[in-house]
């Protein structure tokens, strides 16, 4: 699909998505829908034949290698319209993300039924992001463990995710302690970024754009939110800076596999 086409797709689902759901619906739980068995797995390939290797222990920050790949990484999910826009773009471009859901919004019920075949297909992966997104080197190891816990149930179930290595610390807050109890939940890897969208606040569209054209570079791993409305705007202009750089969007799953 052109870019022309993609955008008149967009605004048509925007509209629909604007009636009967909020932007920020925390605590509402999930539509009550269960997702289909995941199909059996496949080796690892990503795009341009791209082969995982194991997730390593740790934190990383940045994709090694010396290729031309991007990864966009999407976290929280408190508005709707803005989580819809991101499933189309995957649908309709082919662009690949990985998200770090708070499964606290409803928002990711609402789009799952859209998400399960990206989830399939392997043009969206997944790492967990806890439930609420609380600071979590200031709770203790029990509450810890439950945010990491019930945000795995709610992928399993929901989503159909039904284990992932990655991990996101709320904030980008951790700690050792933190990253032991998320290891010991089947989190082996820390993920944190070398770039952003900057959409950690209120912004402006100039100001994404922005933040992306400082950003993004080969083998850079980009932080955004599923929050603000601005990244809705600008996805046309995101995927011609994509294009004008030679890069090659990927999910982290298509770079790191299964744990060490």
């Known amino acids: 699909m052109d870019r022309r086409g993609f955008l008149l797709l967009l605004a048509t689902g925007l509209a629909g998505a604007a009636v009967g759901r909020g932007a920020a619906e ?3 739980g999930a ?10 797995a496949a080796t690892p390939t990503g795009p341009g034949g791209l082969v995982a ?4 222990a740790g934190v990383v920050e940045e994709i090694p290698g010396r290729g031309n790949q991007l990864a966009l990484t999407i976290d929280d999910g408190s508005n709707g319209e803005v989580v819809a826009a991101l499933v189309t773009l995957v649908r309709e471009t082919g662009t690949r993300l990985t998200f770090f859901p708070n499964g606290s919004y409803r928002t990711w019920g609402d789009n799952a039924r859209d998400l399960w075949p990206l989830i399939e297909s392997g043009e969206v992966a997944f790492g967990n992001h806890t439930w609420s997104h609380p600071d979590l080197t200031t709770v203790s190891d029990a509450e810890v463990a439950e945010e990491l816990r019930r945000n795995q149930e709610f992928m ?6 039904t284990d992932t290595p990655f ?16 290891a010991d939940l089947g989190h082996p890897t820390t993920v944190m970024w070398n770039g952003t969208f900057d959409d950690a606040r209120a912004i402006g569209a100039e100001e994404l754009m922005a933040a992306a054209e400082q950003w993004f570079a080969a083998r850079a791993i980009i932080v955004g939110h599923a929050n ?3 990244v809705t705007t600008v996805l046309d202009r995101l995927l011609e800076l994509i294009e004008s750089r030679q890069l090659q969007t990927v999910t982290l799953a298509d770079v790191w596999s299964s744990p060490a």
């Open 156 to 161: 399993r179930r929901t989503l159909g995710v």
């Open 26 to 28: 925390m605590d509402l």
């Open 31 to 40: 539509p009550d829908l269960v997702a289909p068995p995941p199909a059996a």
């Open 228 to 230: 603000q409305p601005a």
């Open 53 to 56: 290797v194991p997730a390593p």
């Open 167 to 182: 991990w996101r610390p709320p904030f980008g807050s951790h700690d050792e302690r933190v990253d032991a109890i998320a």
